[in-house]
């Protein structure tokens, strides 16, 4: 309990953290809604999920809710600044839909042990819970596991592969 306490102080402690340095949009496939847009380069809005939105078993597919990957450097859980607004737009679809559930699947590169990329793998998964929480989602709509390096999007063995591989996955279970 105090490990948890003391990551959240710490993700909100970060939170907090601002810099006048702009910061890159994040690119998408398809145009975001308006309420998605940023206003400016020192924005603090978090996405707004529009109206009611259908979503099959896997959830919602639109826009950046679309998007189910947090990225992160090598030996990092830290959630890098152009992935914040990825899991503010969840957590703003699960508060708004409570009988959704998440699992957060934390996964490392290939380098390291068995036994230190499962930890890494869920202190990743643990780091994008804990935001969640800090913005208001319940916690019984969140689980956070780890596959270490058992999962890799990349199978390749080269820098590009395993910056593919150093993340944490968003799966939505079916409704039931």
Known sequence: MKRFITLALCVLALAACTTNKPQAPIKEAQPAPPAQQPTGPDTTT????QGPMEAGPEGPMEGI???RSIYFDLDSYVIKDEFRPVVEAHANYLKGHPARKIVLEGNADERGSSEYN???GQKRSEAVKSMMRVLGVPENQLEAVSFGKERPKNPGHDESA???NRRADIRYQPLQ
Do not use: D, F, H
Not at 46 to 49: A, K, L, N
């Open 46 to 49: 978090i996405p707004q999920v």
């Open 65 to 67: 809710l679309g998007k």
């Open 118 to 120: 499962l930890a890494l």
């Open 162 to 164: 395993w910056a593919e």
